[in-house]
């Protein structure tokens, strides 16, 4: 794959402010080993460990970097802090929330003030999964390896929908 920036570092970084959000998170690091693209996951949180997350978002882009996944939850705000302290693309995964259900997170994220970007993707699964998604689309602008996964990946979903209509007209769908 030519995901290559002459390094062999990762090239995406999953970061969740909590282990809490691991297990949703999760399907976005699957997702991305899914297409091969090399990602480091991490467990930094803004308000917990806020030295931490700008020391990692400043040094993101010398870290070759070109992406950076934010997941985190209520009003804590990890995406847009650390797209506060570097010009590496930031998507954000609102985390479902036991209060709120998530409208929190995602209001977090997907409200910046203008200047500072934080692309924001849908609450909990849907998203982490998404982010992924996007991730992989956007590095596949320099990468038509990475182009033709995808479009395959489309392509096997694209199967399955059609699979299972076959089945439910058929009265065999289980
Ligand atoms: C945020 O607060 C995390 O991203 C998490 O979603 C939420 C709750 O964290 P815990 O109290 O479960 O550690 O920082």
Not at 58 to 66: I, T
Not at 122 to 151: E, F, M, W
Not at 159 to 169: C, G, M, N, S
């Amino acid at each position: 794959m030519n995901q290559s920036n002459g390094q062999n570092g990762p090239l995406v970084a999953v970061v969740m402010g909590s282990k809490s959000d691991y297990a949703v998170m999760k399907d976005c690091s699957d997702l991305l080993e899914q297409f091969g693209v090399r990602h480091e996951v991490r467990i930094i949180s803004a308000h917990r460990t806020p030295d931490r997350a700008l020391a990692f978002a400043s040094g993101a882009e010398a870290q070759g970097l070109k992406l950076i996944i934010a997941a985190a939850g209520k009003a804590a705000h990890l995406a847009g802090v650390l797209a506060a302290v570097t010009t590496v693309p930031v998507l954000g995964v609102p985390m479902a929330t036991s209060d709120l259900g998530g409208l929190d997170s995602l209001l977090s994220m997907v409200q910046m003030p203008a200047g500072i970007p934080v692309g924001t993707t849908a609450i909990g699964k849907a998203g982490a999964k998404n982010a992924a998604l996007l991730a992989v689309a956007i590095l596949a602008i320099s990468d038509p390896q990475l182009r033709d996964q995808l479009k395959d990946f489309r392509k096997k979903m694209q199967a399955e929908v059609e699979a299972a209509d076959a089945e439910v007209r058929e009265g065999c769908l289980s």
